[in-house]
């Protein structure tokens, strides 16, 4: 669901061809999802093969082979909508350290303490990031679309901050 639904939006906003998506993709969410080059590629197969989406024509650059263009149709606006109701409505929460951290207990103080501080580090770096990305596109009025994404991702790494900080002070108290 996730790639079709990042396919679709994507396409909402103009005609693309493969690589085009990867690129939105990586600039808008290279540190947040994990999308194979290879997945757009079955994804986009799919969409045309359910008639979500159409091929409209090719690019060619150079030497390089031509490029597939597509574009989104209605039946494709229509299940783009389904699909974000469908994640809306989904009463589950994930986020990738769930894993570890189901399984921190096994590891002793000094490693604890070692995940805390880079995870620190790497989530202060990203909240920077995203505090310059911010900054840029609030002056850009082409991509201010972005604002919400950014400002719940800058939330959502402060609050993972504050809670690395509770647990260094938990194992630190041990």
């Known amino acids: 669901m996730k790639i079709e639904l990042t396919i679709l939006g994507l396409l909402m906003e103009g ?5 085009e998506i990867k ?10 999802v994990d999308i194979k080059f290879g997945s757009i590629y079955y994804a986009l197969k799919k969409a045309v093969e359910n008639e979500w989406i159409k091929q409209v024509g090719t690019e060619k650059e150079g030497g390089n082979p031509e490029r597939l263009v597509y574009e989104i149709l209605p039946l494709g606006r229509k299940h783009f909508r389904k699909l974000l109701r ?4 989904q009463k589950f929460l994930h986020f990738e350290a769930d ?27 990203k909240i920077d990031e ?3 990305r911010i900054e840029t596109e609030a002056d850009n009025s082409q991509e201010q679309k972005l604002l919400p ?10 609050a993972e901050r504050e809670w690395l900080t509770s647990m260094k002070n938990s194992i630190q108290g041990q």
């Not at 469908?86 to 409505?89: A, I, M, N």
């Open 130 to 132: 995203i505090h310059k």
């Open 23 to 32: 690129k939105k993709i990586i600039e808008r969410l290279k540190d947040y």
């Open 149 to 158: 994404l950014y400002s719940y991702l800058k939330h959502h790494l402060q």
């Open 86 to 89: 469908q994640y809306f409505e």
């Open 99 to 125: 894993i570890i951290l189901m399984f921190f207990e096994h590891l002793d103080i000094s490693q604890k303490e070692q995940f805390i501080e880079s995870r620190k580090r790497y989530i202060e770096n």
């Open 15 to 19: 005609n693309l061809y493969g690589y």
